[in-house]
């Protein structure tokens, strides 16, 4: 693991080297974790000229600046042991300015700097410490190294899922009815914590009846009622990575029409979503492909503002399967496709997959999420 | 509470006359709530140069712009009728750029913005929407007015200590032995939310054997056996407002003499801590009354950075308790006092209070988290 972390530290040197200071500051908690293994809280890289770590601070290498010592749990990560890092004596600290200081004093020229992360303040508190640096901008350099995931990074992914997968399945051999959605939600953030998981990856979404079929839905104190469609979110957090699923239920014996029909129209949106995966195809025909089907039966209120988006060290990351995003995707790039319909007092049904964009000639995407999508009656 | 929202943004439009521009975009979330009564993601406060709400956006008067409507959840609080809100029709536009286009538009100056959260992108956003506006810095004038809390806040805090005091007395009158960290963490985190929590204050934090005493312990699967120190930190959120709790336990009938040893001098050090809440003390004074009596006891490693700090609509706010920290307490601060002492390998004591400080005629800080701090045996 540690030569992928140098490697990526190596192939962001080379970008940036393309077109603009080699020398980096990285503040964004995942880009400092993607390049490093860790990214314990306040923690910077700075992202040395060059590949050579000389005398640790004096050499031009890479530096790993932390207000605190990495913990190497694994919720935090273990650092790239080839890393030098530097732990500020007062935690209080800011290990960018810190790292703004070491860049000067070592005649660096020129630092980009992730503006879409640092603030306004910490940004002048650069300049004060290091007013002979050039301060550029990074902009979005590292979400972009991020956007293909290698095998290990998909491995991770395969293990979130599962773990989602398994703690769903678990809650869905359990009595439903009469439960609130409070506790269901934590009865599934307990097993997925059992499963192995990091934690949850995000807030536990649990609806039902009017509640069902909603993006997020923070649970509240309503009970399972027969006859009530029941939409469940969650995530799993494993290394860091995080996966999602979401899946709608009908509880009690025999779904009405109504709920059968609304189910297969939201069936056949995601899938035609999830058949949309191809490498090259562009993102908004993704969104187009499910939103369609949706919005030919009727419905444009009610529908979530994009498809689905890409997932990795963050819950919500590049690429957008929105109708205004611009981009193409990749073999390698893993997303969720979860449109939904929601009818205001009635409920609804959500969808939400987690897939691998794959070659057609292997197979087309590769779904990660394998938790039945035909409509259980529980 | 319409009237208390009203009256803080014209406190705060009062105190922004007196040295600058009077109208402000607020930002970070935990000053919006203050202001207005809720902080949808992304939601900006526009602060008026005046009262006058004129006809909405035409006026002068204040504007809350949201990515997403107000849900009106108790976690995310309901906005003050009185406030004009306005919600962008894309949930990926941003708000501060469109209260700036808007405060541009009415003629304004100057806007003071809060730099220590906007990041510099965003803040280039702005200038580029609203070119001729003069963007200054509103620094912690935000933070400031929340320093001093009144009698509804201290209410919701009461009830935040209520709630976390109940979750932790049940899970003492259960089985710990065998039980793991992450188990207990789980449990007390339903019981919070059982007793009418928003949720969780922060990430529970227990810790057992070798783990106890230390001031964030992310749960682990080592389970609770005989002879352990089992320290437990947990706070409970209520309307916004967040409490915490922390206490040390011995599992098993009979403590050593070490552990009571070391929790009879943590135990000093806390009351000590408390005792110094008075009116008018320096802050750093509070820390130095805990951090002596440890440090007089030989401990000089493994101590916190710092003995308390503030609460409120944040976990962590001012004031520091802390040993360089400036400033000086006043009645109506709420503050935790939570020294410990950690021995690696052997575990150690934390004992974590929130206070209300009063005036000495009033009897002294007044206490909000009741759980005994006797050294029971569990």
Chains 1, 2 share one sequence.
């Not at 960018?96 to 860049?103: K, N, P």
């Not at 779904?255 to 979503?273: H, K, M, N, T």
């Not at 058949?275 to 090259?280: F, I, M, Q, R, T």
Request: hydrophobic fraction near 35%.
């Amino acid at each position: 693991m540690a030569e992928a972390y140098a490697s990526r530290r190596h192939r962001l040197r080379e970008r940036n080297t393309a077109g603009g200071p080699a020398a980096a500051l990285i503040s964004r908690p995942a880009n400092v974790r993607y390049l490093t293994g860790t990214a314990p809280p306040g923690a910077v890289l700075l992202l040395g000229e060059s590949e050579d770590d000389g005398d640790g601070e004096g050499g031009n290498g890479d530096l790993l600046v932390c207000a605190h010592p990495p913990s190497g749990r694994p919720d935090e990560g273990r650092p790239d042991e080839t890393l030098l890092t530097k732990t500020l004596p007062d935690p209080g600290g800011d290990p960018a300015v810190t790292a703004a200081g070491i860049a000067a004093a070592r005649g660096t020229d020129a630092l980009a700097v992730e503006e879409h992360h640092l603030t306004v303040a910490r940004h002048r508190a650069l300049r004060t410490v290091a007013p002979g640096l050039r301060l550029t901008d990074l902009a979005g350099a590292v979400e972009q190294l991020r956007l293909i995931k290698d095998e290990e990074e998909i491995g991770c992914l395969r293990i979130a899922a599962e773990i989602a997968d398994q703690a769903l399945s678990e809650l869905l051999e359990s009595i439903l009815v009469g439960r609130t959605e409070r506790h269901l939600a934590l009865e599934l953030e307990r097993r997925l914590v059992d499963h192995g998981a990091d934690g949850p990856a995000f807030a536990t979404s649990v609806g039902t009846g009017p509640h069902a079929g909603l993006g997020e839905h923070r649970p509240t104190d309503r009970r399972v009622e027969e006859g009530d469609f029941l939409s469940v979110g969650l995530g799993a957090s494993y290394r860091g990575y995080r996966c999602e699923i979401g899946r709608t239920f009908v509880i009690g014996t025999s779904p009405a029409d109504w709920q059968i029909e609304l189910y297969d129209l939201v069936f056949a949106a995601q899938r035609a979503g999830r058949e949309a995966l191809v490498p090259g195809a562009a993102c908004r025909d993704v969104d187009r492909a499910a939103r369609q089907i949706l919005e030919s039966a009727g419905h444009r209120e009610g529908l979530p503002p994009r498809i689905g988006h890409g997932v990795g060290l963050e819950n919500d990351e590049d690429p957008q399967l929105a109708p205004s995003a611009m981009g193409k995707l990749d073999a390698c790039v893993p997303v969720t496709v979860e449109p939904g319909v929601h009818l205001p007092g009635r409920g609804g049904v959500r969808i939400d997959d987690t897939l691998v964009v794959r070659p057609e000639a292997d197979g087309g995407p590769e779904l990660l999420t394998i938790t039945t999508k035909e409509l259980l009656a529980l």
